[in-house]
């Protein structure tokens, strides 16, 4: 790995687009109330509500806190919060660009499986990391789609 990043940027969704965020989190206060009346009042077991409650947070947990790229010579570098994901990118076959980022794909083609076995660069508002990533990228995955 080397010590000068290629690239760096950060994506913070929740900042970044506070019309969506607003809705998220009246739909998690509507959810949370619901669930609560189902699992606490109607079932009487509360600890179904607070694994319920964790699961659907834990599951958006990228939306709310930054996120840090790192482009490298010869591998692409992820902090989310005090998680760090690191892969090659010969780990890659191909990406696809969409309105706010990159998925790379562990196949040749796009698949279903990408969100799970791919990695999902998410561009910064502002989007000023977009063009040098992509060149970035097509040089060292090259196969765009």
Not at 96 to 123: A, C, N, Q
Request: glycine share 4%; with cysteine.
């Amino acid at each position: 790995m080397s010590d000068k990043p290629l690239l760096k940027w950060v994506s913070h969704p929740f900042g970044d687009y506070p019309k969506n965020s607003i809705f998220l989190v009246v739909f998690l206060i509507v959810f949370a109330i619901l669930l609560w009346r189902i699992t606490v009042i109607s079932w009487e077991m509360p600890i179904f509500y607070y694994i319920g409650m964790l699961v659907i947070v834990m599951s958006l947990i990228t939306y709310f806190v930054p996120t840090t790229y790192i482009l490298h010579e010869d591998n692409i570098e992820v902090y989310y919060w005090f998680i760090r994901v690191s892969r090659p990118y010969s780990d890659f076959g191909c990406y696809y660009e969409d309105k706010k980022g990159v998925m790379l794909s562990t196949f040749k083609r796009p698949s279903r499986l990408d969100p799970f076995r791919g990695l999902s660069l998410r561009f910064s508002k502002t989007q000023e990391e977009k063009e040098k990533m992509l060149d970035i990228l097509d040089e060292k995955i090259g196969n765009k789609v």
